[in-house]
């Protein structure tokens, strides 16, 4: 499927319709929810919407897949201090800049330079447009290093310049230090720099970052990212005698406008009581945060799907990830086929073509059932309708919120647990103690 119909991510909130606010008290919600759509509305602009995104959350695996990030720097458990530090507001990037991340307020330099940058726990490096970016959005705000007195570049031979991919150094050791990246469809050059970052009142002094030089493609978030993966030059990683390896978030509803979520940074202030599943970590892909899911539910009854699915195994690639920069839960083939079939057998009637990408689509009413993830620790997230079902604009019909991976490659055995399963939820990532947890919270206004 073509990346060319990107700009009509725009659209999609407007063919969307809102939700009702679920309960906060629980994660385990009603069993069904009734859906009546409206027969009959026109859906070709949301359906094209929709099939934009799909496009590039399958861009986005194939290329977080494909990217590497180099091996951790350390596994020693890091000392933060002993503090709770200011959440910092998030919101989803949808509505205010057209892209599927969750965006946050960041202050970059001095005097600090203020950019709503992507919030991605699947990269690492943080990069951000700089002045005379070729390929940037010229309608978005960029970083002028020339403006900050506290902006240095990274010389190449620094310790930096060898953690990022494909580095470059034409002028030899002493010079500015330049490296590739590839971020789902599009690709770009940067030059390595240094600068205080602040997110809402968590400054970080010389943080490392990447300098957009020049922009391929239209995927790049117009304002910048920082990554909150686990490889060498993640937020994590630089800021591991501080935060301690740990953060969590959650997801408002991706329809908001509001800057209601929260990133919680360190491990004071996070949920007392979480349930927990273990961190996993596979060397292939050293920045992504793999768990074990053992199973899943439709309603009340356990899927029937092959253990090798859902395995975890480095070697093949199998497993399971959370991600929140992909939107619709991506499952490898056999574990969607089963999901599908068990959902339409509790549904039991006829389904609408295929829109969007998606193939179990309702144009009459239907009683939605549950879907609940299954992870190693006895620990079961049930979703409730909003984080199953997508809608078009008028009800006119109400898809399923999940497809099949990849056909083939090493993509095929991978599990994505994507953002909109995960709104409204606390998902908290602590590496230093290596485990995951979810505990359910309502954060969308």
């Known amino acids: ?103 946050a307020r960041a202050g970059l330099g001095t005097p600090a330079q203020t950019l709503l940058v992507a919030i991605d726990p699947s990269n690492d490096a943080a990069w951000v447009p700089c002045s005379a970016c070729a390929g940037c959005a010229a309608s978005s705000p960029s970083f002028s290093p020339t403006q900050s007195s506290t902006y240095r570049t990274v010389p190449c031979g620094s310790p930096q310049c060898a953690q990022v991919p494909s580095p470059s150094c034409p002028a030899g050791v002493g010079s500015s230090c330049g490296f590739n990246l590839t971020y789902a469809a599009s690709t770009f050059q940067a030059v390595l720099g240094q600068d205080s970052l602040a997110l809402e009142n968590n400054v970080v002094v010389s943080y490392t970052f990447g300098c957009l030089r020049v922009v391929s493609g239209n995927s790049v978030p117009p304002q910048g990212l920082i990554g909150f993966g686990r490889g060498p030059l993640s937020f994590l990683s630089q800021t591991k005698d501080t935060y301690g390896s740990v953060f969590s978030y959650c997801l408002p509803n991706y329809r908001s406008s509001n800057f209601s979520g929260t990133l919680k940074l360190g491990p004071i202030g996070q949920p007392k009581r979480i349930k927990t599943t273990p961190l996993l970590y596979n060397p292939h892909r050293p920045s992504l945060y793999y768990v074990n899911m053992i199973g899943i539910r439709v309603g009340s009854n356990v899927v029937q799907v092959p253990q090798s699915a859902l395995a975890f195994n480095p070697v093949t690639g199998s497993g399971t990830i959370i991600d929140a920069g992909t939107m619709f839960t991506r499952l490898a083939a056999p574990v969607y086929a089963a999901v599908r079939d068990a959902f339409r057998g509790r549904v039991r009637t006829p389904v609408a073509p295929p829109l969007g990408g998606f193939d179990t689509c309702y144009n009459v009413t239907v009683s939605v059932p549950t879907v609940t993830f299954m992870f190693a620790g006895a620990v079961a997230v049930t979703l409730p309708e909003e984080n199953v079902m997508i809608h078009s604009s008028s009800g006119g019909v109400a898809c399923l919120a999940m497809a099949a991976g990849p056909s083939d490659g090493v993509n095929a055995a991978l599990n994505v647990l994507a953002s909109m399963q995960q709104q409204n939820q606390r998902v908290l990532f602590d590496v230093a103690n290596g485990r995951v947890g979810f505990s359910r919270e309502l954060c969308t206004a």
């Open 1 to 103: 499927m073509s990346l060319l119909a990107l700009p009509l991510l725009a659209f999609l909130s407007i063919f969307l319709t809102p939700t009702t606010a679920v309960s906060s008290s629980t994660l385990q919600l009603a069993r069904s929810h009734s859906v009546t759509p409206n027969a009959g509305a026109p859906l070709s602009a949301w359906a094209a919407s929709v099939a934009a995104q799909s496009a590039a959350d399958t861009a986005r695996i194939v290329s977080m897949l494909t990217s590497g990030a180099g091996p951790l720097t350390t596994r020693a458990k890091p000392k933060p201090k002993n503090r709770a530090n200011p959440p910092v507001p998030i919101a989803p990037g949808r509505q205010i800049l057209s892209i599927p991340n969750y965006i």
